[in-house]
């Protein structure tokens, strides 16, 4: 039995063994841990709670169980009540890291229980209350993978080892069948997978095993340098035999790695056989040998640019020298620490015109935007669809056309969207225009006709509606033939068929996976004597699909970095690969190698990256302390540095800039500890400064191909932009100006969700409790109690519909826990004076502002005549939680100086949460600072510009996502 960490993995071993073997030898077993422990699963899982036709849910449908299970939690420190769902893809890292450590939700209840109760202090009990907040979230989930028969992915290995332990006999039989088991990357085994390997191997322990600790990039999953320092340990009497000759790298390269390793990764660890300097001629005796002959000419490069801009035009002045010189596109790879850095990059390439691919998620790709744009048309009433409908060579419309509907949908007071399925053109539209608009009517009545899921919609549409796919299939095979006569493969168009054929994939998998859950409802409802109603429309479903789609590119699964080869599909076939350059994380090079790498960005802060906090951090006790913390932080940043250098085979260019941003940076510390290994001559180092005439911020710059949206006509604003300057559109300005342009000037309006109702109902339910209250003349017992305030709320949140949501249950819940404490404090302070959402204007940076103030407590009769007004800032909040001063807390501080010139300013906040007060303080430097980027927003505004703020976390859960170029 041969166990490795990934499919690629297993299938070199299984190509390399085919071709080893004689052709009578039976061959081995060749397998992930993972597809192994399903196999196992697939034969023996009924003994374990599962189905014979169990499913291993992907981390996506994790996320929509515990949104299922929402009702049922009781979140405090994980609640969210604008994202309800915030925390979901953390928890469930949590759950998969608890199962990389075979810890049940009971055994995770303990843990958070013995925290609490050793707890020395309030940051330490806080701790322990998150621990056994996601226990109780852990053991609902974990509940509901058992009654539906199933299992995730993490658990496939847990319920293995429970199985093998549980079951004697079952552990016996696998021992019998696999009496000798090697493991590939035996760095990457987390406890889960070391536990089952100790199992399958018994008392014979015939293990063979190869890794690199160096090479230990695992760590948010359980794999640790340690395990390979461990292994004697585990097996003890096991030989260990060091492999010292590397059969990829040039020498260089190789002195590069060692000089690293022993600085870096290996310190102190034995310091006789580490090496001290360079020789003359630049070669370093160390422990690791390499079987290539060197180069005369050196092939270390180190470049210093001026700023980011600069290092951007260095690589792609590189990157065409070696290609003058003979390497193909295909040899070279950037690799990056960050995905935002492998964006920038690659659209730094696009715009220079080098054929590139980046290892990113589907949802990501403009033409797969364009696409879906089919799906907002039948899916959301707005059109938004529209913006890039007019993309498509099918139905293409000007950005005046679209301008011109946009108008047309305000002055009939119509949603756009309606007008656009109904084919109501204006009569204003080009005649071009018209016959667009007449093409996607037909095609979208068609589809929502015919279709009857979202796949069978997405294929209608692209083989059918139009000839997208027909036209792919033909040119690639005209360039299958052309490359046989010619020998030359030209595959710019591959990605597009690729990513069209992969997304159909991914809509037969949601569609699937909706069939299995509606038979799930089936079945229960058949067991309680009921039926279900009858399958969503058309519209439902793919509303279902966006939401789906939405979640995806949240938690990162839509096939970005190293989930799926498919855009890089060459290296699992046979078919020769097309010649363009490779961007990537370092993380998504594991397992490959390059002619020629570049490892830009190689500064501080970026390289290594800082440690973040973790939401979600392990319990006590549940892993190793050397797992966790800032030295394990810092040993995953230096194997990971190492697995970006030893990928490089001929060439290794780095480079870092002395500019991030607007701040100055410095080179990263591991650039010392690698260039030991060499001498100065052995070393090429370049400036790359002046090559652009002024720093260019790439995400700033737009696709290549004209995009209509990016700016209005100035026609069309001054038909529709407001009239007055609301605090609420400078706020949503400062957080994305493209976002402000899509929901204030297009007019994209989305449907109100559960947040927004909930919101309502507690002002409701405020302004009814005042009102009351006022009717009771101040007298208690003629007031409402704290139960009927509740039901006030309760029938507010009804009446708006509520219920209907999900989550609904977080805020019927919370919204009883905030009408009571309304309530408490209204009859405490016996006020009936308040102001809720005072309306008033302000004067600020040359310009009337108008701006609501949540609530305004004004001076009471009977009262001292100098007591103060105060301006009450409403908003939901953790205990002893602060907010941040923002705009409108310095809105609010200059309308109250207007209102009560020479009055000492009263800004409070109010957490509606726990019923707390606090005031809010703004130093002259805070104010001054909030003045100024109000000043910046004003002029923005005013000069029409739009530009977005691409954000690796808010832009998935960007209404408009699926629209923005950016």
């Given at each position: 039995l041969a166990l490795t960490f990934s499919r690629k993995a297993a299938q070199e071993m299984q190509e390399r063994l085919a071709l080893s073997l004689q052709h009578n030898t039976p061959n081995p077993t060749v397998s992930t841990f993972h597809a192994f422990c399903s196999e196992m699963l697939r034969t023996y899982g009924g003994l374990v709670g599962l189905r014979p036709d169990f499913t291993v849910i992907d981390e996506t449908e994790g996320y929509f169980l515990l949104r299922q299970l929402a009702g049922e939690m009781q979140l405090y420190h994980y609640r969210n009540l604008q994202a309800p769902a915030y925390y979901f893809p953390d928890i469930l890292k949590a759950i998969s890291r608890a199962k990389d450590e075979l810890v049940t939700p009971e055994q995770y209840r303990q843990l958070g229980q013995r925290m609490l109760e050793s707890a020395p202090d309030e940051e330490a009990q806080l701790s322990a209350q998150k621990a056994l907040e996601v226990a109780a979230i852990y053991s609902l989930y974990q509940d509901a993978l058992y009654a539906r028969g199933d299992t995730d992915f993490g658990g496939l290995i847990m319920l293995a080892v429970q199985l093998l332990q549980a079951f004697p006999e079952v552990l016996y039989e696998q021992q019998q069948r696999f009496q000798h088991i090697l493991v590939d990357e035996f760095q990457d085994i987390n406890r889960a997978s070391?536990?089952?390997?100790?199992?399958?191997?018994?008392e014979e322990r015939n293990v063979w095993v190869v890794g690199d600790a160096n090479q230990a990039i695992y760590g948010f999953r359980g794999a640790s340098p340690a395990n390979i320092a461990n292994f004697q340990q585990d097996f003890p009497g096991a030989v260990v035999l060091p492999l010292s000759r590397n059969y990829r790298s040039r020498p260089d390269i190789v002195h590069l790695a060692e000089s690293f390793r022993w600085r870096q990764l290996e310190v102190g660890m034995d310091t006789e056989a580490a090496p001290d300097h360079a020789s003359s001629n630049g070669d370093v005796q160390t422990g690791v040998q390499t079987a290539r002959s060197t180069h005369a000419e050196t092939y270390i490069t180190l470049a210093q640019a001026e700023d980011a801009a600069n290092e951007f035009a260095g690589l792609i002045a590189d990157i065409r020298y070696k290609h003058a010189q003979g390497y193909a596109y295909r040899d070279m790879a950037i690799l990056c620490r960050t995905r935002?850095?492998?964006?920038?990059?690659?659209?730094?390439?696009t715009l220079a015109g080098l054929p590139v691919i980046e290892k990113r998620g589907i949802l990501s790709q403009q033409h797969i935007k364009d696409l879906l744009s089919i799906v907002l048309l039948l899916a959301d009433p707005s059109g938004m669809g529209i913006l890039r409908a007019a993309r498509k060579d099918e139905h293409p419309f000007s950005q005046s056309d679209i301008e011109i509907l946009l108008l047309a949908?305000?002055?009939?007071?119509?949603?756009?969207?309606?007008?656009?399925?109904?084919?109501?053109?204006?009569?204003?539209?080009?005649?071009?225009?018209?016959?667009?608009?007449?093409?996607?009517?037909?095609?979208?009545?068609?589809l929502a006709r015919f279709s009857s899921n979202a796949w069978s919609l997405l294929a209608q549409y692209l083989f059918v509606e139009t000839s997208i796919m027909r036209d792919l299939l033909i040119n690639a095979e005209n360039r299958l033939e052309s490359a046989a006569a010619t020998g030359a493969v030209n595959s710019q168009e591959a990605p597009l068929l690729s990513d069209y054929l992969a997304f159909l994939q991914l809509a037969r998998r949601y569609d699937q996976q909706q069939e299995a859950l509606r038979q799930r409802l089936e079945r229960a409802a058949e067991e309680r004597g009921e039926q279900i109603g009858p399958p969503p429309k058309i519209?439902?479903?793919?509303?279902?699909?966006?939401?789906?789609?939405?979640?995806?590119?949240?938690?990162?699964?839509?096939?970005g970095d190293n989930r799926d080869n498919r855009r890089q599909g060459v290296e699992e076939n046979d078919v020769e690969e097309p010649d363009i350059i490779r961007v990537m994380t370092v993380h998504a090079s594991k397992g490959l190698e390059f002619p020629v790498v570049y490892l830009p960005g190689l500064i501080q802060r970026?390289?290594?990256?800082?440690?973040?906090?973790?939401?979600?951090?392990?319990?006590?006790?549940?892993?190793?302390?050397?797992s966790e913390g800032k030295a394990a932080h810092e040993s995953g940043e230096s194997c990971l540095f190492y697995v970006g250098v030893t990928r490089a085979r001929d060439h290794l260019v780095l480079s870092y800039s002395e500019r991030n941003g607007k701040q100055k940076a410095r080179a990263t510390s591991y650039l010392e500890a690698l260039l030991a290994g060499l001498t100065e001559e052995r070393i090429t180092r370049l400036q790359w400064r002046g090559m652009v005439e002024e720093a260019i911020d790439v995400d700033e710059q737009e696709e290549d191909r004209p995009?209509?949206?990016?700016?209005?006509?100035?026609?069309?604003?001054?038909?529709?932009?407001?009239?007055?300057?609301?605090?609420?559109?400078?706020?949503?300005?400062?957080?994305c100006p493209r976002k402000y342009m899509y929901s204030t000037i297009y007019g994209f309006r989305n449907e109100e969700d559960a947040y927004q109702l909930f919101w309502q109902a507690i002002q409701k339910t405020l302004e009814a409790l005042q009102k009351r209250l006022a009717e009771a003349n101040g007298q208690e017992a003629n007031a409402l109690t704290a139960e009927e305030a509740q039901n006030l709320y309760s029938q507010h949140w009804q009446e708006l519909g509520g219920p209907a949501f999900p989550f609904a249950a977080l805020y019927e819940r919370h919204g009883h826990e905030v009408a009571a404490l309304l309530h408490s404090k209204l009859l405490a302070s016996g006020d009936t004076n308040w102001q809720l959402r005072s309306e008033l204007t302000v004067e600020a940076a040359g310009k009337t502002i108008h701006l609501t103030v949540d609530r305004v407590e004004a001076s009471e009769p009977g009262k001292p005549a100098d007591t103060p007004d105060r301006f009450v800032r409403t908003r939901f909040a953790k205990r002893k939680e602060?907010?941040?001063?923002?705009?409108?807390?310095?809105?609010?501080?200059?309308?109250?100086?207007?209102?009560?010139?020479?009055?000492?300013?009263?800004?409070h906040f109010y957490n509606l949460s726990t019923g707390e007060t606090f005031p809010i303080s703004l130093t002259v430097k805070k104010e001054q600072s909030l003045y100024d980027e109000l000043e910046q927003c004003i002029q923005g505004l005013e000069?029409?510009?739009?530009?977005?703020?691409?954000?690796?976390?808010?832009?998935?859960i960007c209404p408009f996502f699926l629209i923005c170029p950016a």
């Open positions: 070391g536990v089952l390997l100790r199992l399958l191997a018994g935002a850095w492998v964006r920038k990059i690659t659209r730094a390439l949908a305000r002055e009939q007071r119509r949603p756009l969207g309606e007008l656009i399925f109904n084919d109501d053109a204006p009569l204003r539209m080009s005649i071009e225009g018209r016959h667009a608009l007449s093409h996607l009517a037909k095609i979208l009545q068609s519209q439902e479903q793919l509303k279902g699909f966006l939401d789906y789609l939405n979640v995806l590119a949240r938690l990162g699964q839509d096939g970026n390289f290594p990256l800082q440690t973040k906090g973790n939401p979600v951090p392990t319990p006590v006790g549940m892993v190793p302390a050397a995009f209509p949206s990016s700016q209005p006509s100035q026609d069309f604003l001054k038909a529709v932009k407001p009239t007055t300057l609301k605090s609420s559109n400078i706020e949503t300005y400062q957080r602060k907010p941040a001063a923002g705009t409108r807390e310095l809105l609010y501080a200059q309308a109250y100086r207007q209102l009560h010139a020479g009055q000492p300013l009263e800004l000069r029409d510009e739009f530009p977005a703020k691409p954000d690796s976390f808010q832009c998935p």
